[in-house]
């Protein structure tokens, strides 16, 4: 089974000074996030029954494929380098 992502690190570094890496943990917003999406999913589907009962299994696979792509979002590496700075955005 796959996971989201737990925690984003952000390092900006500029040019004359260190700063300390920043740990986001974002598995502290997930049960909010799964408070909010389900009336979201629920209502969806009392709509589809009411309009449409044969694309109920066409809502079922747009969240899930949302869950998907959030899960697949792990291990993403984002490193931009300008003159003097340094930004690195990595989602464990």
């Not at 408070?35 to 309009?51: A, K, R």
């Amino acid at each position: 089974m796959k996971l989201p992502p737990w925690f984003i690190r952000i390092r900006v570094q500029p040019a004359h000074f260190w700063l300390p890496p920043v740990w986001i943990p974002v598995f502290l917003v997930w049960p909010i996030v799964a408070i909010l999406i389900f009336p979201v999913f629920v209502i969806s589907l009392i709509g589809v029954f009411f309009w449409e009962a044969k694309s109920v299994p066409g809502v079922i696979q747009t969240f899930s494929g949302l869950y998907r792509i959030l899960c697949e979002t792990r291990g993403t590496r984002v490193d931009v380098e300008a003159e003097g700075a340094h930004l690195l955005i990595a989602i464990h």
